[in-house]
């Protein structure tokens, strides 16, 4: 059992969160489809549930980083849906000052680290950002996201043998959901349980149902208190599903939509939802005026975007790391 109690306040969360973020990249697709966001789009459609249960397990304090899946991760943290929207349309209000678009978000405040295009660049990183709060003496703890593509990198395990050899407070997360790019688990590995690559360096680890809230909650708070207490890392793998393509340009040949279909049904909202009417938690009115917020929200995020002015040309060469006298630029 989860040391943070679930409450009927933890699934009016949980509902609210999700919805924002549905909402919102139902609104972000809309948009790429019009060109008003350009380069890559990767939605997260389907796998709400993983963020919530992250965030009501977690705490002000603890960071997060991810990959390029990134837009409802450092909403969930805190930032706004003004600014991220700002940010996909590549305007100076954005996150990233519009430099980064859909796959590199970040939000130093709520300590998001990233938003990282490189598949599995983001693990040694999320280790990194654990030493330090190890290393400054406190007890935040470092939520780190990947895809189960990034699982297939060498980083990976260089980063769990580090991480446990030094009891790192990190908890790894593969959101696993089944096709990498485009390719299935089972074709390119011969461990399709993922979460026993832990195995191999004694890090504790196990499957979780991505679907479901609770699950992942209990899974995050037992990792994120093991973490705390000075025990080291988890891996979890975190069994989700997407309802979109990986990217807006995906065909999605690889998968027959009676499956996409068999997922929806264990849509993690409309299951919450479930919830908090068979408890009698909220009426039909809650959530008709949670549904309206949430509608204004992404609308006002539209309508700040559009407003907000381009960068400056001179952004071209501000926040660019350059070594002063660097020795080998020839005239």
């Not at 959901?177 to 349980?193: C, E, H, I, K």
């Not at 407003?307 to 501000?318: C, G, I, N, Q, V």
């Amino acid at each position: 059992m989860s040391s943070i109690a679930i409450t009927k306040e933890t699934y009016l969360y949980w509902y609210e969160l999700m919805l924002l973020l549905r909402r919102f990249e139902e609104k972000a697709g809309q948009l790429y489809g019009q060109q008003k966001i350009r380069g890559f789009c990767h939605l997260y459609i389907g796998q709400e549930a993983v963020v919530a249960g992250a965030m009501s397990a977690s705490k002000k304090g603890d960071s997060m980083i991810t990959a390029y899946r990134d837009h409802a991760h450092p909403i969930a943290m805190g930032m706004s849906p003004n600014v991220a929207m700002a940010e996909l349309y590549g305007k100076a209000t954005g996150c990233s000052k519009g430099k980064g678009g859909s796959m590199h978000f970040f939000d130093k405040e709520n300590k998001f680290f990233g938003g990282h295009g490189i598949v599995g660049g983001q693990i040694p990183v999320g280790a990194g950002v654990a030493f330090a709060e190890k290393y400054l003496g406190t007890d935040n703890v470092n939520l780190c996201f990947m895809g189960d593509g990034a699982v297939r990198q060498g980083a990976l395990n260089e980063t769990f043998n580090m991480a446990m050899n030094w009891k790192l407070p990190v908890v790894f997360v593969v959101e696993n959901n089944g096709y990498a790019m485009g390719t299935s688990v089972a074709r390119t590995s011969n461990t399709t349980d993922i979460y026993k690559l832990g195995l191999g360096y004694e890090m504790p680890c196990m499957p979780v149902d991505g679907m479901d809230p609770v699950a992942v909650h209990n899974a995050m708070d037992e990792a994120i208190q093991r973490a705390r207490r000075g025990e080291g890392p988890t891996f979890l793998e975190v069994r989700t599903y997407r309802y979109k393509g990986h990217s807006m340009s995906d065909p999605q040949k690889y998968r027959t939509k009676q499956e996409v279909e068999e997922y929806k049904a264990k849509d993690p909202i409309e299951i919450v939802k479930s919830h908090i009417q068979k408890e009698k938690w909220a009426d039909e009115a809650w959530f008709d005026e949670i549904a309206a917020k949430v509608k204004a929200q992404v609308e006002e995020a539209v309508k700040f975007a559009e407003e907000s002015p381009w960068p400056d040309a001179s952004e071209l060469y501000t926040d660019v790391y350059a070594e002063p006298n660097y020795p080998f630029i020839k005239d």
